[in-house]
């Protein structure tokens, strides 16, 4: 057996990881795993890899799929920098039960909307559900005062604030009184309802109420928790794969040239090692090290693997701010930091120039 050594293997962009696949076939059928030097990759053995790094965009997401609103009564299982995957529990809140017997006088079935703010503070509003509800009162809409939310524009049900629209649900209010003869109303979901909760009915001390609520990840990506006064915002930026090199796959092994050959013998495509036309070169030195570093197959002297964050914004390019005080003006972008994921934005104000410093979240090209 020759000595290891590092060979790249060529083919077309794209097809990098059907080759890959074929080879890890070829060299288990033929029984030679014992000339690769095995990679350990997500707890698996392979003997070729393809080299990618993983990328996290800079776009704003505020009230995408990946960005999620969680009260404070509710129990966080994630925090910042941490890696999620789609179908992971974020948050959950514990079933809810009266303190003591209690009757259920009235239940409503209403329209809840929720306005967000620039400040992230929200206004919610009730509709009726017999009432209806406009065709652009949905999630993701921007909405300032005046805007009616019914299809009758009833001056009862009118938007009052400027912001953004973060939810739309239908809920029930129910209304109990207590054996104490004191009253309270709860917005409920319907979703999270008792089964055949009815009007006039008699509920025990105990009784549940508002069953238990969870909050899965729609999307696989690394965690920022941000704190506001009456909630936390959670957002999975999601951590896209770019191939390092296209058209290329590695492996370390030991083959001769004629195993080397064989190898890749009536493998589909156009596939060859890079070389002459009938001799195999090995990659070595600084070239397949720093591969390997990006690829996450060595670790960085200095510091821990981490997702690349790539700014899609320019020094010297006009943004407009979205959130926070400052949102609605637009502003020049005079620096941008990577690491932090802020820029700094000269805003007039005055007819001053003032340096705002923000999230990546904050701004959104214009």
């Known amino acids: 057996m020759q000595r ?39 707890g698996e053995v392979e003997y070729f890899f393809v080299p990618v790094e993983e990328v ?8 995408r799929s990946s960005e999620y609103r969680i009260p404070y009564d509710y129990e966080l299982f994630v925090k910042t920098n941490e890696r999620v995957q789609r179908g992971d529990l974020i948050a959950r809140r514990a079933p809810r039960h009266l303190p003591q017997p209690a009757t259920v006088e009235k239940i409503e079935p ?5 306005v967000e703010l620039t400040n992230r503070a929200e206004v919610e509003y009730l509709v009726p559900q017999e009432k209806g509800l406009r065709r652009d009162i949905r999630v993701g809409e921007r909405v300032r005062p005046g805007i009616p939310i019914t299809p009758d524009a009833d001056e009862h049900y009118l938007i009052d604030v400027k912001g953004q629209i973060v939810a739309r649900e239908r809920v029930r209010r129910v209304t109990i009184r207590y054996e104490d003869g004191s009253e309270e109303r709860r917005i409920i979901p319907e979703a999270y309802l008792p089964p055949r909760l009815r009007e006039g009915q008699q509920l025990p001390k105990g009784a549940e109420i508002e069953r238990e609520h969870k909050i899965y990840s729609r999307a696989t990506g690394l965690v920022k928790v941000k704190e506001y006064k009456d909630k936390r915002v959670v957002t999975v930026q999601r951590i896209e794969k770019r191939r390092l090199i296209p058209g290329y796959v ?38 397949m090290l720093l591969i390997q570093r990006k690829a996450g197959l060595e670790e960085a002297p200095s510091k821990a693997k981490a997702p690349k ?31 932090a994921e802020e820029v700094v934005v000269s805003v007039k104000i005055f007819g001053r120039e003032t340096p705002v410093r923000l999230g990546f979240d904050a701004i959104e090209r214009i």
């Open 250 to 287: 590695f492996a370390k092994m030991g083959l001769d040239e004629e195993q080397m050959f064989e190898l890749l013998r009536g493998l589909e495509g156009s596939v060859r090692f890079v070389g002459s036309r009938f001799r195999p070169i090995p990659i070595e030195g600084r070239e």
């Open 309 to 339: 964050v790539e700014v899609e914004f320019e020094v010297g390019e006009v943004v407009q701010i979205v959130e926070g005080p400052f949102a609605d003006f637009t502003g020049e972008i005079k620096e941008i930091d990577k690491e």
């Open 56 to 63: 996290i965009t800079s776009r704003s997401r505020r009230g």
């Open 4 to 42: 290891k050594k590092w060979y790249a293997i060529q083919t077309y962009a794209g097809s990098e990881l059907r080759v890959k696949r074929q080879l890890e076939e070829r060299v288990r059928k033929l029984g030679w795993e014992r000339y690769f030097e095995p990679i350990k990759t997500n």
């Open 110 to 114: 209403l329209w809840r909307i929720i």
